[in-house]
């Protein structure tokens, strides 16, 4: 398996491209032989000929594409396996946890599939991560988001005519897109607040400048992969109640809580959100995974009675594609370097691998990742 075929992306907003020509030039060197889809790059600016003068054939569609290629890679899951043929690998974000339907066909195509998002989350594998590479630069662009909503400024700015006080930001959920958004409204000058229930954030929240918000929950933690474990319907009830208060007095929320694999928490009920003042916006990031916000939706903002708009902050990265896709090509290029086999020089699948064990979904003709074929099966 030597042939990849990058295809241009055709969901709705989608604005990056799996693979850039620098990455392009690099696995051709290594003995990739590399086709491109007419226009992949566009987007981001980058024309066929750079991607032909990395090294890559150009396919006028993604049928032509597909006749010479072991292995395809994107960003987003395809419709289905239409014109993929047996024994080919494809790689993308796939969403495994909701589209049992789709591994079934994937499956039955007799077509292995890799799932990006399913990478483990370990030091080797970092460099692959498309969940870290991703979520950083949509924390980062929810501040800016959030910012240029609100109808006041984030920093402290003291003038002739008066001083203005710093917005204050609430950060719910302190991972990767967390992180990056308590750095950036750090930057810009908000008084910041943040809670997480893993405690270990604390320190990394406060290395940020922001303030730690304690709450008691008992006993909470994380996995053996750094994910948060899932709260009890009477924890998360206590943690409602503790950030009402906080929720109230700020100027924008951005929720980010996740637990794996699961609905995200709801966390912002309605009776809180009735309580934050006319103006304050909230970006519930976890709207795709049922939202940590009452109300919340992936398809638009929702302006509330007393003025507070709710902005459903799914796929912010895309906003900023030009580095979304240069980080997401390093994290694909990364994965085919870890898995070039110099004595066959070609793509080798290696079933000891923890990694391709964490992200290989199907192949030859069955699920073969141990969590999804439980799903499946159920
Ligand atoms: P995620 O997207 O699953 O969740 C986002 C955040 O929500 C997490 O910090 C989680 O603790 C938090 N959360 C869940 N329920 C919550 C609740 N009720 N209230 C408040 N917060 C809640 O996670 P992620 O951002 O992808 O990664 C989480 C962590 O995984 C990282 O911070 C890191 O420790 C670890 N990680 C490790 C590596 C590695 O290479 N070792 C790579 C990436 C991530």
């Not at 989608?14 to 889809?37: C, F, H, N, W």
């Not at 090294?55 to 987003?76: F, H, L, M």
């Not at 995974?289 to 902050?313: A, K, M, Q, R, W």
């Not at 003709?365 to 439980?374: I, N, Q």
Request: aromatic share 6%; hydrophobic share 40%; net charge negative.
């Amino acid at each position: 398996m030597k042939r990849v075929f990058l295809c241009k992306e055709t969901a709705v907003g989608e604005t990056r491209a799996a693979l850039v020509p620098s990455d392009v030039k690099a696995l051709d060197a290594m003995g990739y032989e590399i086709a491109v889809q007419s226009g992949a790059g566009l987007s981001i600016g980058h024309a066929d000929d750079e991607y032909a003068a990395a090294g890559a054939k150009i396919a006028g569609t993604p049928q032509e594409g597909y006749q010479s290629a072991d292995i395809v890679v994107r960003i987003n899951k395809p419709e289905g396996p239409k014109g993929l043929a047996a024994g080919m690998l494809h790689i993308s974000s796939f969403d495994v946890f909701n589209e049992k339907e789709a591994i079934g066909e994937f499956a039955a195509a007799g077509i292995g599939l890799v799932s990006l998002e399913m990478i483990p989350r370990t030091t080797l594998a970092q460099k692959m991560d498309i969940q870290s590479s991703q979520m950083s630069l949509a924390g980062y662009y929810a501040v800016l988001l959030a910012a240029a909503r609100l109808p006041k400024i984030l920093p402290m700015m003291t003038t002739p005519s008066g001083t203005i006080s710093p917005a204050k930001i609430f950060i719910i959920g302190v991972g990767v897109a967390g992180l990056q958004a308590i750095a950036t409204a750090k930057r810009l000058g908000a008084r910041v607040e943040a809670f997480d229930t893993r405690p270990e954030v604390e320190e990394q929240v406060k290395s940020l400048g922001a303030k730690f918000i304690k709450i008691d929950l008992g006993q909470t933690g994380s996995t053996e992969q750094g994910y948060a474990k899932e709260l009890t319907p009477e924890q998360i009830e206590i943690q409602r109640q503790a950030q009402a208060k906080i929720c109230a007095g700020s100027d924008i929320v951005i929720t980010t809580a996740k637990v794996f694999g699961r609905k995200a928490p709801l966390l912002l009920t309605k009776d809180m959100t009735a309580q934050m003042k006319p103006g304050s916006v909230i970006i519930d990031m976890a709207v795709k995974t049922g939202g940590n916000v009452e109300g919340s939706s992936p398809d638009g903002d929702v302006v509330l009675d007393n003025g507070v708009t709710i902005i459903g902050g799914d796929g912010l990265e895309r906003f900023v594609p030009k580095d979304a896709s240069d980080m997401f090509s390093g994290n694909i290029r990364a994965f085919l370097e870890h898995f070039w086999d110099d004595e066959s020089k070609a793509f080798k699948i290696d079933f000891e691998d923890d990694i391709m064990r964490g992200c290989l979904i199907t192949y030859g003709g069955k699920v073969v990742h141990g969590r999804c074929l439980k799903s499946v099966a159920g």
